[in-house]
Nanobody, 125 residues
Framework: QVQLVESGGGLVQAGGSLRLSCTASGVIFRVNAMDWYRQAPGKQREWVAGITSDGSPNYADSVKGRFTISGVNAKNTVYLQMNSLKPEDTSVYYC???????????????????WGQGTQVTVSL
């Protein structure tokens, strides 16, 4: 069974840093892309950053210059380094992966989306 497991969330003061990680496990042939989303209470889930299999990163304007996404093919893991954190960054952060994989029951797919369980990031004043 393909799974995504996130870690690294926590409580930090404004201006501080956190590093999130997300590891995909299971029968994976290729990581097509991995992305981070976040969802604050009462708000819609929003895209934060993404990285393709060739390592090309992209960022939402709200985090550009403060967050860095890296990783992907090495160990099927993606990282999100978050610096200069603001209270408005407080959210549950979710990892999303587009994988070429084999999943029990669903079989093989060259492109299937998976979600992690989420990790809480809280930024205090």
């Amino acid at each position: 069974q393909v799974q995504l497991v996130e870690s690294g969330g926590g409580l930090v003061q404004a201006g501080g840093s956190l590093r999130l990680s997300c590891t995909a496990s299971g029968v994976i042939f290729r990581v097509n892309a991995m992305d981070w989303y976040r969802q604050a209470p009462g708000k819609q889930r929003e895209w934060v950053a993404g990285i393709t299999s060739d390592g090309s990163p992209n960022y939402a304007d709200s985090v550009k210059g403060r967050f860095t996404i890296s990783g992907v093919n090495a160990k099927n893991t993606v990282y999100l380094q978050m610096n200069s954190l603001k209270p408005e960054d407080t959210s549950v952060y979710y990892c999303n992966a587009d994988l070429s994989s084999f999943d029990t029951g669903a079989g093989y797919s060259p492109s299937r989306a998976y979600w992690g369980q989420g990790t809480q990031v809280t930024v205090s004043l």
